[in-house]
């Protein structure tokens, strides 16, 4: 390997100068390579939202080299030869990134999400009930590799915004705005990938405003106090009273006006 160019790390960047000075001829000119090393390199399928059930072919890119990578468009190959042309933003030291180089028609992703809302906690004071629930959030990823290869497919997983994330495929790398997966999917297989979103929500009730229904619902939520479930009943019964009753003063009203007509 050449001698490389020196990077300084700025700010917002990175620049490259030569390690000395060099005089060239008038008319000649002088190659030497930006970076000169390895990169750790994966292919792999990788799937986003919008992609519809075909994912991208992509190579994942560590930078191990200790400077920054910077932007620039590569060529891709593979044990048949040329595969691709692929570009890449920049990298900084230590980061990984994806380039997609071409479009895996050959295997098929599709995902279906399921939503489950659960009362947690029930507590009462000064005419509020506070209700306490855990949201739930499963995605269920399909994964089918073609019948004569297999395929290492990476899924970039949107997130929900504040939850605590599990699932049952390998995780890559965990940010606030996505989770990245990876399984290997045998030549031919299916695979399905589960991934679960938790958080918890918290919701102030007014029991003055609040409907019978709404409250006979909170009151029938399994494992609350026994003592806040038989009030919310008892207010619930109390407020069914004052609606009827309201309901029979509208009707005496309108009796009155008919005979007075």
């Known amino acids: 390997r050449g001698q490389e160019m020196v990077s300084v790390e700025g700010d917002v960047g ?6 000395q000075p060099v005089t060239l001829k008038a008319g000649a000119t002088l190659t030497v390579p930006i970076i000169d090393a390895d990169l750790d390199a994966d292919v792999v399928s990788l799937w986003r939202d919008g992609n519809g059930s075909a994912p991208q ?21 593979g044990k048949d030869g040329y595969l691709g042309d692929a570009q890449v933003a920049g990298i900084p030291p230590g980061e990984k990134r994806f380039a997609a180089f071409a479009a895996d028609p050959k295997t098929r992703i599709t995902s279906e999400r399921d939503s489950r809302e659960t009362i947690v906690g029930l507590s009462a004071r000064d005419g509020v009930l506070n209700v306490k629930k855990s949201l739930a959030w499963t995605t269920v990823y399909h994964v089918a590799a073609p ?25 890559v790398s965990s ?7 990876r399984t290997d999917v045998a030549a031919g297989a299916t695979k399905d990938i589960r991934v679960t979103e938790t958080r ?15 409250l006979l619902f909170y009151a029938s939520t399994r494992g609350a106090d026994p003592a806040i479930m ?17 309901r029979g003063i509208e009707r005496a009203e309108r009796t009155v006006a008919r005979q007075a007509d």
Do not use: C
């Not at 072919?57 to 190959?77: D, H, M, R």
């Not at 019948?147 to 995780?171: C, L, N, Q």
């Open 14 to 19: 990175v620049s490259f100068t030569l390690p």
């Open 57 to 77: 072919a992509a190579v994942f890119l560590s930078n191990t080299t200790g400077k920054s990578v910077p932007p620039g468009i590569f060529t891709v190959y």
């Open 147 to 171: 019948k004569e290869e297999a395929r290492a497919v990476m899924i970039d997983h949107a997130r929900i915004g504040g939850t605590e994330v599990t699932s049952d495929g390998e995780v």
């Open 175 to 181: 940010e606030p705005e996505r989770l990245r997966l």
């Open 200 to 214: 918890i929500d918290a919701e102030a009730v007014h029991l003055s405003e609040a409907p019978s229904d709404t």
């Open 230 to 246: 038989e009030k919310l009943k008892a207010i619930a019964a109390i407020k069914t009273r004052v609606a009827d009753a309201e």
